[in-house]
């Protein structure tokens, strides 16, 4: 098993790529602390993975949520050898009809909030000196679809963020990467398209933007991640790894 006796706190557990990630890690030997916001999809989650799981409660936009998760990761398992940064949230408007306070919830999660868990995290791994950090990133991390504001702000800055923490912390022992999904089909994606007249017509045109004429599934993100927190991937750092089925290579005539 390719994570045995790894200690791994995932955010955004309880569904989505998070729930995907959580589940693979402990097929691969991982102890996971699901540190999810949604008490009724986190514990849930946790339910259905087993023993090897720990349901935590946390708000990754709350510094004292943070920090009480990795007590609770500490004083349950000891360590902290792996952390994914999943939890995010799409907050798309025409930047001139972008509020303060949209612009804060989205900060306060999709960059702000990884922040706050890797400060909460990396004084352990520090210690440990041994320590891998997975940062769910996006294809809007490299690219930007008009109208998608200020989401693109926030995943622009997480790669800045996964590249300065990779980079400061090398000597140690310790791995920032990030994953760079194009579209996956979650309830994020499905809910997206619920807000067009047709969604079923935007799912197809979805699937049509992309080279293979699918989109991905959390699954897949997942194998990924695997790879990045385990011992096979020791000299990849600071870096981030699309997985778009080649959507951000295709030209657009
Ligand atoms: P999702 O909405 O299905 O799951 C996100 C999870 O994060 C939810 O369980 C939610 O409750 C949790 N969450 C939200 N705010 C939180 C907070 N403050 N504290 C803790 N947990 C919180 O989304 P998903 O599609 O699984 O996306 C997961 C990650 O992947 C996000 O960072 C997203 O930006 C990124 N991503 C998704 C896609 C896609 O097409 N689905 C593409 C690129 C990147």
Not at 88 to 117: K, S, Y
Not at 212 to 238: H, Q, W, Y
Request: glycine letters at 8%; a negative charge; proline letters at 4%.
């Amino acid at each position: 098993m390719r994570l045995d006796g790894k200690v791994a706190i995932v955010t955004g557990a309880g569904r989505g790529i998070g729930a995907a990630i959580a589940e693979a890690f402990v097929r691969e030997g991982a102890t996971v602390v699901i540190a999810e916001v949604d008490a009724a999809t986190g514990s849930a989650t946790a339910a259905r993975l087993g023993s090897s799981t720990l349901f935590v409660c946390t708000d990754v936009t709350d510094n004292g949520s943070v920090e009480a998760c990795t007590a609770e990761a500490l004083k349950r398992f000891g360590r902290i050898d792996i952390l994914v940064n999943n939890a995010g949230i799409n907050v798309f408007h025409d930047p001139l009809e972008t509020t303060d306070a949209e612009w804060q919830r989205c900060m306060a999660v999709d960059l702000e909030g990884v922040w706050r868990m890797c400060r909460a995290v990396l004084p352990t791994m520090l210690r440990q000196q041994t320590g891998s950090v997975v940062n769910i990133a996006s294809s809007h991390s490299s690219t930007i679809i008009p109208g998608t504001f200020p989401y693109p702000v926030a995943k622009h800055g997480l790669l800045g963020l996964t590249r300065a923490l990779g980079i400061q912390y090398a000597a140690s022992n310790i791995r920032v990467n990030a994953i760079a999904p194009g579209y996956i089909e979650t309830d994020l994606a499905v809910d997206y398209w619920k807000t067009f007249q047709d969604p079923a017509a935007e799912r197809q045109r979805t699937y049509d933007l992309h080279p293979p004429k699918r989109i991905g599934k959390p699954e897949e993100v997942a194998m990924t991640a695997v790879f990045l927190a385990s011992d096979e991937a020791p000299f990849i750092n600071a870096t981030s790894i699309a997985i778009d089925g080649g959507r951000s290579v295709l030209y657009h005539e």
